[in-house]
């Protein structure tokens, strides 16, 4: 496998998440978000969306890591990431959802880039602008979690799921955005959690080779 990443991409990181928990091997292609590599005549031959990640098997490239994350699911089923049952699985995949599309869209690069390149915000209206989305996704999340006794150690019992793979890159950004994280202490005991296992550790932006 071959996996096109970049150390501070979200979408990316759910990937390495899912593959190092699943046991993986991928040689890992960085493609550098900040510097406009996605944008690159070689890489949209790979991904015409100029958009990471993007998971080469067989010679087949697979693009959007919720699509990459249930490619995993499907095609090694274990451990798995998914419950065994429907409702299990509607949740974990709606607790995703929450993550994946309706808070990771409001505060991509793409999205801060366009605030200050179009609409002339300088970055402390950028970065009131993250602190709402996120205090606004989180407390969806955070009530998620608590109201219906489904959570236990993870997301979704004593097992990373999907769910987690998608939460713990939304905290790395949260925090980097200095967002107070105080109001949701089940999210954070989850995060918190998931950061105690190799799989997590190995795929954080940090211990990524392109790292700066």
Request: aromatic content about 8%; overall charge negative; hydrophobic content about 40%.
């Amino acid at each position: 496998m071959e996996l096109y990443t970049y150390f501070r991409s979200s979408a990316a990181f759910r990937v390495r998440i899912a593959l190092n928990l699943k046991g993986l091997a991928y040689s890992a292609h960085t493609i550098h978000l900040r510097k406009s590599e996605q944008r690159a005549p070689d890489y949209l031959a790979v991904n015409p969306q100029g958009l990471v990640p993007t998971l080469v098997v067989d010679g087949q490239r697979l693009t959007q890591s919720l699509a990459i994350l249930e490619y995993l699911e499907e095609r090694h089923p274990a451990p798995a990431l998914l419950p065994a049952d429907a409702i299990g699985r509607a949740r974990v995949r709606a607790l995703a959802d929450l993550v994946a599309c309706e808070i990771h869209p409001l505060n991509n690069l793409r999205t801060l880039d366009y605030l200050r390149t179009h609409l002339g915000q300088d970055e402390a209206g950028i970065a009131s602008w993250y602190r709402h989305w996120i205090a606004d996704g989180l407390e969806k999340l955070e009530a998620a979690l608590t109201q219906d006794g489904k959570a236990g150690t993870y997301c979704h019992g004593e097992q990373p799921t999907v769910a987690d793979c998608c939460l713990v890159p939304q905290i790395f950004n949260a925090q980097r955005f200095d967002s107070d994280l105080s109001p949701y202490p089940k999210t954070m005991r989850v995060f918190d959690a998931c950061m105690k296992l190799d799989a997590f550790q190995r795929a954080q932006p940090s211990a990524q080779p392109d790292a700066e």
